[in-house]
């Protein structure tokens, strides 16, 4: 007989494979990570930090704090230039948070270590087999783990992806950028630039929100980002290649010296065909690369970990059939597929020739008026998400949002109960309305009030529910009276079958 080594075993810690390892140790699955690197330390700079719905989804599990306590807020997101403010958003996190990405990995590694996951660091995936009952992945150090699924969480080159024999199709590059965290000799000129080669960017890596404007530090390292003037490259890029970037830009290199990160990025758009073949998934860049412009690629990922991680628990704990993970592919397969859309639109709108800039400045004008702000900010904060669960209530297939529940115990923000990740059904009528025994084991049912107004982000209010049940990922997997049928169908088709009595 073959021993298992996990239930689940993931290929990268980045932050996808960090949030999806977190949520399945939460649901008491025994998952390990399989990690190339030696420790969390990133080589490249990336994310810049969360938007609303991220930092909700880490509310959600009830370590958003870590977060914000580390990073800075703003009001406003962005939509190819143009500032959007989101203040007015009815969420407790109306903002996003200015943290760098190697702070989000180093904090999600933290918690993910208080919750006894095992990471195999300096370890690389090499391989895998797959069987009827399980898969074997091979390491660069000649051992080989079994496991009951695998994820690969392993980035936009994918290993998993690619042995999995999973397409990949999508857009090649128009445009390649250097992106570096260095010292300077002379003073640079600060701020960004327009061109005919591209955009750049000149910054100190600290710098602090003062009335929603960025305040960069008197000193400290400075990140720099470049349009380079051709496409492909090869190899890693040097000190050498920054300074000519920069000099074609600038007509200086400012003397530019100790580098600590150098790394270039494109906007290759692409999307993997499909999010699973039988025991093999794929989460986060894995699944899908685009340009970093709108800053929704980690985002895109650590949802998708949320959004899987609650449903592989329960097809291994076999308390739901195996096809609950094809809802994976089904709900998250368009959401990265507007990302990419959206992000495609960002670089086209970023090109530097005149009929271009007068695209850009029509679309700023039209993101001057109100109802296209709350639809695009919705969007580039990840608030509008539905995934399509059918005709309903409005917020049928929405985020449930954080209000602030009275209950028979005292005053319960909804959030809280999703802490464990555990599904809930909350009672807004009668108390005692439900019976959900059979289910009881899986599913909270909590009586409670709110007299509040119920309002979504771009759509404004809607009808108070008479109940809602909330998914673990916090999306609203059904609405209705207690008279009402389609409980018991939507308990079984998310959290399983009636136990027998
Ligand atoms: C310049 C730049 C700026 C960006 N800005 C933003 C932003 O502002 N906001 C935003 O949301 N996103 C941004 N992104 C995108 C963001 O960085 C990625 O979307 C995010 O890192 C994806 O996370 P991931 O965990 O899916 O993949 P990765 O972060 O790529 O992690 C993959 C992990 O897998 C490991 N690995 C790879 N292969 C193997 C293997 N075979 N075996 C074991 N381990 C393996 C790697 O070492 C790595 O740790 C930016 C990206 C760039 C390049």
């Given at each position: 007989?073959?021993?298992?080594?996990?239930?689940?075993?993931?290929?990268?810690?980045?932050?996808?494979?960090?949030?999806?390892?977190?949520?399945?140790?939460?649901?008491?699955?025994?998952?390990?990570?399989?990690?190339?690197?030696?420790?969390?330390?990133?080589?490249?700079?990336?994310?810049g930090g969360l938007h609303s719905r991220s930092i909700e989804?880490l509310d959600?599990?009830?370590?958003a704090?870590?977060f914000l306590?580390?990073g800075k807020v703003a009001n406003v997101g962005q939509?190819?230039?143009?500032a959007l403010d989101i203040s007015d958003f009815p969420t407790r996190h109306p903002y996003s948070l200015g943290l760098?990405?190697?702070?989000?990995?180093?904090?999600?590694?933290?918690?993910?270590?208080?919750?006894?996951?095992?990471?195999?660091?300096?370890?690389?995936?090499?391989?895998?087999?797959?069987?009827?009952?399980?898969?074997?992945?091979?390491?660069?150090?000649?051992?080989?783990?079994?496991?009951?699924?695998?994820?690969?969480?392993?980035?936009?080159?994918?290993?998993?992806?690619?042995?999995?024999?999973?397409?990949?199709?999508?857009?090649?590059?128009?445009?390649?950028?250097?992106?570096?965290?260095?010292?300077?000799?002379?003073?640079?000129?600060?701020?960004?630039?327009?061109?005919?080669?591209?955009?750049?960017?000149?910054?100190?890596?600290?710098?602090?929100i003062?009335d929603g404007e960025i305040?960069?530090?008197?000193?400290?390292?400075?990140?720099?980002?470049?349009?380079?003037?051709?496409?492909?490259?090869?190899?890693?890029?040097?000190?050498?290649?920054?300074?000519?970037?920069?000099?074609?830009?600038?007509?200086?290199?400012?003397?530019?010296?100790?580098?600590?990160?150098?790394?270039?990025?494109?906007?290759?758009?692409?999307?993997?065909?499909?999010?699973?073949?039988?025991?093999?998934?794929?989460?986060?860049?894995?699944?899908?690369?685009?340009?970093?412009?709108?800053g929704?690629?980690?985002q895109?990922?650590?949802?998708?970990?949320?959004?899987?991680?609650?449903?592989?628990?329960?097809?291994?704990?076999?308390?739901?059939?195996?096809?609950?993970?094809?809802?994976?592919?089904?709900?998250?397969?368009?959401?990265?597929?507007?990302?990419?859309?959206?992000?495609?639109?960002?670089?086209?709108?970023?090109?530097?020739?005149?009929?271009?800039?007068?695209?850009?400045?029509?679309?700023?004008?039209?993101?001057?008026?109100?109802?296209?702000?709350?639809?695009?900010a919705a969007?580039m904060f990840g608030l509008?998400?539905?995934?399509?669960?059918?005709?309903?209530?409005?917020?049928?297939?929405?985020?449930?949002?954080?209000?602030?529940?009275?209950?028979?115990?005292?005053?319960?923000?909804?959030?809280?109960?999703?802490?464990?990740?555990?599904?809930?059904?909350?009672?807004?009528?009668?108390?005692?309305?439900?019976?959900?025994?059979?289910?009881?084991?899986?599913?909270?049912?909590?009586?409670?009030?709110?007299?509040?107004?119920?309002?979504?982000p771009?759509?404004?209010?809607?009808?108070?529910?008479?109940?809602?049940?909330?998914?673990?990922?916090?999306?609203?997997?059904?609405?209705?009276?207690?008279?009402?049928?389609?409980?018991?169908?939507?308990?079984?088709?998310?959290?399983?079958?009636?136990?027998?009595?």
């Open positions: 007989m073959t021993t298992q080594d996990a239930d689940v075993l993931i290929a990268g810690a980045g932050p996808t494979g960090l949030m999806l390892a977190g949520e399945l140790a939460l649901a008491g699955i025994d998952v390990a990570i399989i990690e190339r690197r030696d420790s969390q330390e990133l080589t490249g700079s990336r994310a989804i959600q599990r009830g370590i704090d870590r306590r580390e939509f190819s230039g143009v760098w990405q190697n702070h989000i990995e180093r904090i999600l590694a933290g918690w993910v270590d208080e919750l006894g996951v095992t990471i195999h660091r300096g370890r690389e995936a090499t391989g895998f087999a797959q069987d009827d009952t399980g898969v074997d992945v091979a390491l660069s150090d000649g051992q080989s783990l079994r496991t009951q699924y695998l994820v690969g969480c392993d980035g936009g080159r994918s290993l998993i992806r690619k042995t999995a024999g999973i397409a990949f199709p999508g857009w090649d590059p128009t445009v390649s950028n250097l992106i570096a965290e260095v010292e300077l000799a002379e003073q640079p000129e600060w701020g960004v630039r327009h061109d005919a080669i591209g955009l750049h960017g000149i910054g100190r890596v600290e710098y602090e003062r305040v960069y530090a008197d000193s400290g390292p400075v990140r720099v980002m470049l349009t380079e003037r051709q496409l492909g490259a090869a190899g890693e890029p040097t000190l050498r290649d920054l300074s000519e970037a920069m000099i074609a830009v600038y007509g200086t290199d400012y003397g530019v010296h100790s580098p600590t990160r150098i790394s270039r990025f494109t906007d290759m758009t692409r999307q993997a065909a499909a999010y699973r073949d039988r025991r093999v998934l794929l989460a986060g860049d894995a699944a899908h690369v685009h340009s970093p412009d709108g929704q690629g980690l895109t990922g650590v949802q998708d970990a949320v959004n899987l991680g609650w449903k592989l628990a329960q097809v291994v704990k076999l308390t739901s059939p195996e096809s609950l993970l094809d809802t994976y592919h089904a709900e998250r397969h368009p959401v990265a597929a507007r990302v990419l859309r959206t992000t495609m639109a960002h670089v086209a709108l970023r090109r530097a020739d005149e009929r271009t800039a007068a695209l850009r400045e029509t679309i700023a004008d039209l993101l001057k008026v109100d109802e296209p702000r709350r639809r695009f969007m509008d998400i539905r995934y399509d669960l059918g005709e309903g209530h409005p917020l049928l297939g929405r985020r449930m949002p954080d209000l602030d529940l009275a209950t028979a115990d005292g005053p319960l923000r909804v959030y809280t109960l999703l802490h464990n990740a555990q599904p809930a059904l909350l009672n807004f009528g009668e108390p005692g309305g439900f019976d959900i025994t059979p289910w009881a084991d899986r599913v909270q049912m909590i009586d409670a009030r709110y007299d509040g107004v119920w309002e979504l771009a759509l404004g209010a809607v009808t108070a529910p008479a109940a809602v049940l909330i998914r673990p990922d916090g999306y609203v997997a059904w609405v209705g009276e207690p008279t009402e049928s389609g409980l018991a169908d939507a308990l079984t088709t998310w959290f399983g079958p009636p136990a027998a009595p």
